[in-house]
Antibody, heavy 119, light 110 residues
Framework: EVKLVESGGGLVQPGGSLRLSCAAS????????MDWVRQAPGKGLEWVAR??????????DYAASVKGRFTISRDESKNSVFLQMNSLKTEDTAVYYC??????????WGQGTLVTVSS | QSALTQPPSASGSPGQSVTISCTGT?????????VSWYQHHPGKAPKLMIY???KRPSGVPDRFSGSKSGNTASLTVSGLQAEDEADYYC??????????FGTGTKVTVL
C-alpha cells in the first residue's frame, strides 16, 4: 500500500521556524518527484513546493508566497521528504499535505499535519 | 498566480448528474492538458479523481468524467450517490514548474 505520513506540525510564533517531515512507503521513492500542498482554515488548496528525483541534481520549485522562506529537501536513504519553514507568518497557518507527484497529478496524499502560526 | 475559478457550490438529488466548472486562462487550463480533479472529504486526505483532463485512475468509478474546452475544464459526476458529497478541487499545470488549484466546490447530495 502506498502511504505518506507527515509529522512535525505544531504551534509556532510569527517569525519562527518549523521543519515538516513526510515518510513514504509502498513505492520506489527515488522514482518520483514529491510536493507539499497546504490548506488554510476555511480556504482552498494551495500548491507550495516541489522537488525532483535526480540525486545528482535535485531541482526545486516554490509558490511565490513561500519562495525564499521555505526549503524542500529529500533523503533517499530514509524515503523521506522535508519542508523547512522559516520566517513564518500568520498566513502560513494551514494543514500541510505531502503528495507524490506523477508530473501531471498528485497521488496519493498524506493525512496532513497542522501548522499554527500565532503569538 | 491566481486561483482557478470554480462555483462555490453545486447540488443534485441521488441518481442525478452534477457538473463543476473550472475556469483559468491560456497560461494554465487552456495551455496544457494537465488538469486534474480531487475529492476532499473534510478531515481526510484529498483523493485524485481525474488526471490529464479526462483520465480516471484505477478504482475511481466511471461515474466521474472530465472534459475541457478552451480555458474551462469540467468535472461531471453522474448517478450521484451520498458518498459523493464532498469538496472538489481542480488543478492545472501553470508553466515554469508551477501548479494552481481551483477555489473549490462543495457538492451537496440533496
Amino acid at each position: 500500500e502506498v502511504k505518506l505520513v507527515e509529522s512535525g506540525g505544531g504551534l509556532v510564533q510569527p517569525g519562527g521556524s518549523l521543519r515538516l517531515s513526510c515518510a513514504a512507503s509502498g513505492f520506489t521513492f527515488r522514482d518520483y518527484y514529491m510536493d507539499w500542498v497546504r490548506q488554510a482554515p476555511g480556504k482552498g488548496l494551495e500548491w507550495v513546493a516541489r522537488i525532483t528525483n535526480n540525486p545528482s541534481s535535485y531541482k526545486t520549485d516554490y509558490a511565490a508566497s513561500v519562495k525564499g522562506r521555505f526549503t524542500i529537501s529529500r533523503d533517499e536513504s530514509k524515503n523521506s521528504v522535508f519542508l523547512q519553514m522559516n520566517s513564518l507568518k500568520t498566513e502560513d497557518t494551514a494543514v500541510y499535505y505531502c503528495v507524490r507527484d506523477a508530473h501531471t497529478a498528485f497521488d496519493p496524499w498524506g493525512q496532513g499535519t497542522l501548522v499554527t502560526v500565532s503569538s | 498566480q491566481s486561483a482557478l475559478t470554480q462555483p462555490p457550490s453545486a447540488s443534485g438529488s441521488p441518481g442525478q448528474s452534477v457538473t463543476i466548472s473550472c475556469t483559468g486562462t491560456s497560461s494554465d487550463v487552456g495551455g496544457y492538458n494537465y488538469v486534474s480533479w480531487y475529492q476532499h472529504h473534510p478531515g481526510k486526505a484529498p483523493k485524485l479523481m481525474i488526471y490529464e483532463v479526462t483520465k480516471r485512475p484505477s478504482g475511481v468509478p466511471d461515474r466521474f468524467s472530465g472534459s475541457k474546452s478552451g480555458n474551462t475544464a469540467s468535472l461531471t459526476v453522474s448517478g450521484l450517490q451520498a458518498e459523493d458529497e464532498a469538496d472538489y478541487y481542480c488543478n492545472s499545470y501553470a508553466g515554469r514548474n508551477n501548479f494552481v488549484f481551483g477555489t473549490g466546490t462543495k457538492v451537496t447530495v440533496l
